[in-house]
């Protein structure tokens, strides 16, 4: 314990050293919504990395396949193939048409306010969805690792955040996200190495020793989605949600230009991807070593997995190899909440206060250093608004938000942002369209569904994507059809595929 | 002056209408590529259990085998995608750029 809270204290005073040297390098909305868009490709890959791997990627993977075997496997791939759309689709176009936000896009494509509107529902809905949870995990987690109560732990790494973003914007968010990167991957090489010596470097034993112990169905698919619909749901969730994830996408603004923002797209698949590889050998290797039955018995989750597996390979409980290597799992495992938080709380106060507040109240004449305050006082908002709903989620089910907010993102803003850079007649209506049909479906169909209501479920599936997403092409497709032609915004379409493929802006 | 700006605004819109049909050319089949792989792969897991759990190097069984080949996939694909980009689209961008750029039409 002590060694844990040490580790914890170290890793927040270098946060907060970060934030210090930030804040005095953050002065205009550049700054403080894109660092000033002058980061390098690796740079911004490591961010990326520290950005998309939440909590639920460090712990969650490891322990659903040491519980469930080949399901965990699945859903540690699908995040790197996600990548893919984002490579070829949306990170170089992103780059070229927007300045801070999701909503940048929309409104450069249309120009109405109306679409703008529509953008920033889709990322508040689904910002909140995210960061929710994510605030009710790191109580929890906070909580079994260093034994605080659950409410001064959602406290804690609430105020955190609120510090780095308020102060240090996204130069601050950009290194927390770095610093977490590193030592993600430090501890997954770690772990890798240590698993490796054990089994005499040949991971086909953990292969051999997983299926002797919990026999070859261990090794088979369904044993934690049992609906083949699940699966796809969660495959087509993965590939399209993360290009309509907010959080993640604004992080192509703090590049440059367009083959930066490529350059790292491909930083983090190889850099994300190894680690979600390795979680599959740490779940065999804790299966194997650990045994699941202690693991359920730190966790019925299993996100105690990865620290238990930990503490073996350092040499067990008691020991001091051991205390450190669970220490060290344990406060890499909080400053990953933490950098995901913080990326959470930025890009929702862009939708705030940039979008909304500057753009559809004020029509975009607000002065400067007027904005960057205003930018500055709505996370403090956002920070707080979030604690207080960390607080009053203790004890209530909020792996539906989890599941809806991936949902959200693959149903309502993949449509809307695809049909904006791709099809000349997408217009206002389709915006709405779109992002009313994939929001109202997804989350009418996460409620009714087994996450919300276990065994009186109305329908069958926990993940409702394969539905919701095809019923927000099609809002999207018959919205535009029913809004009519809209003439003026066609005929500027040229100008704005020569923005989206080049960069240039032209009048 | 207005005409020549004209022009060059048509001239590089014609270059942006040539670059999305070369990154048409290429994307669409990297794009079928890689859904196919992981769409594929997780239709097969849902549908096709028995032959998910064939056996194929020792205790490996072609699921697990699949799924290392998906990593492999996204990673090369990424590499190409790189590649491509820097050889094939990059100049043509470049062209529609310049096209515009000393016209004034640019903003």
Not at chain 1, 199 to 219: D, R
Not at chain 1, 245 to 262: C, E, G, I, N, Q
Not at chain 1, 318 to 335: E, I, Q, R, S, Y
Request: net charge positive; with cysteine.
């Amino acid at each position: 314990m002590t060694l844990t809270l040490g580790m914890f204290v170290v890793i927040l005073l270098i946060t907060l050293a970060i934030t210090y040297w930030a804040a005095k390098r953050t002065s205009t909305t550049a700054d403080f919504y894109a660092a000033d868009s002058r980061l390098t490709a690796a740079q911004n890959g490591f961010a990326l990395a520290g950005d998309w791997c939440s909590a639920a990627a460090f712990l969650g993977f490891t322990g659903l396949t040491a519980l469930y075997g080949m399901d965990g496997a699945f859903y540690a791939l699908g995040p790197l193939v996600a990548f893919c759309t984002v490579l070829f689709l949306i990170a170089e176009p992103m780059r070229n048409t927007g300045k801070y936000t999701l909503g940048d896009v929309i409104r450069s494509r249309m120009q109405t306010r109306s679409s703008l509107l529509a953008a920033i529902v889709g990322t508040v809905v689904v910002n909140f969805a995210y960061l929710m949870p994510q605030m009710a995990g790191a109580g929890v987690l906070v909580r079994l690792l260093t034994g605080i109560s659950y409410d001064w732990a959602v406290i804690f790494v609430g105020i955190s955040m609120i510090v780095y973003v308020a102060f240090g914007g996204m130069l601050a968010t950009t290194w927390v996200q770095i610093v977490k990167a590193v030592l993600m991957l430090s501890a997954g090489a770690i772990i890798l190495v240590l698993i490796l010596a054990q089994v005499h470097f040949n991971p086909l034993t953990l292969f051999a020793a997983a299926e002797q112990k919990y026999t070859a169905k261990y090794l088979l698919p369904g044993n934690y989605l049992k609906n083949p619909f699940d699966q796809i749901s969660l495959a087509l969730g993965y590939t399209l949600g993360l290009s309509g994830l907010p959080h993640v996408m604004t992080r192509f603004y703090t590049v440059p230009d367009a083959k930066v923002a490529r350059r790292s797209v491909v930083w983090v698949m190889f850099l994300a991807g190894a680690f979600f590889a390795g979680t599959t050998l740490f779940g065999l290797a804790a299966a194997d070593f650990v045994g699941q039955d202690a693991i359920r018995a730190a966790d019925r989750g299993g996100n105690l997995t990865l620290p238990l597996l930990a503490q073996y390979l350092g040499g067990g409980k008691g020991t001091f190899g051991g205390d450190l290597m669970l220490g060290f799992v344990a406060a890499v495992a909080v400053a990953t909440i933490l950098a995901v938080v913080s990326a959470l709380t930025l890009s929702t106060s862009g939708a705030i206060a940039h979008d909304f507040y500057v753009n559809w109240v004020k029509g975009g004449k607000v002065e400067g250093r007027r904005e960057v305050w205003i930018a500055r006082a709505t996370s403090v908002a956002i920070g707080l608004l979030a604690i207080a709903l960390g607080i009053l989620a203790q004890g209530v089910n909020v792996a539906v938000l989890v599941i809806l907010a991936i949902c959200v993102a693959a149903s309502a803003n993949f449509p809307v942002l695809i049909l904006s850079l791709f099809w000349r007649r997408f217009n206002t209506g389709g915006v709405i369209g779109g992002m009313t049909a994939g929001l109202v479906s997804s989350v009418v169909l996460a409620m009714i569904g087994p996450a919300m209501r276990g065994a009186d479920a109305l329908w069958p599936l926990v993940n409702p994507t394969v539905v919701s997403l095809p019923l927000g092409f099609l809002g999207a497709v018959l919205g535009t059809l029913f809004w009519g032609r809209d003439t003026e915004n066609e005929r500027r379409f040229d100008a704005f595929l020569l923005q989206v493929h080049t960069g240039v802006a032209s009048k | 002056m207005a005409r020549d700006e004209a022009a060059a605004l048509a001239a590089a819109h014609a270059s942006v209408r040539q670059l999305i049909a070369e990154k048409l050319r290429y994307l669409i089949p990297m794009t079928i590529l890689f859904m196919v792989g992981y769409v594929g792969l997780t239709v097969l897991a849902g549908f096709a259990k028995d032959l998910i759990g064939t056996k194929v190097v020792g205790p490996l069984n072609l699921g697990f085998v699949l799924i290392a080949l998906n990593y492999l996939l996204s990673w090369v694909l990424a590499i190409a995608y790189g590649r491509i980009a820097a050889a094939k689209f990059d100049p043509l961008a470049a062209k529609a750029t310049g096209e515009i750029s000393g016209s004034g039409a640019a903003r």
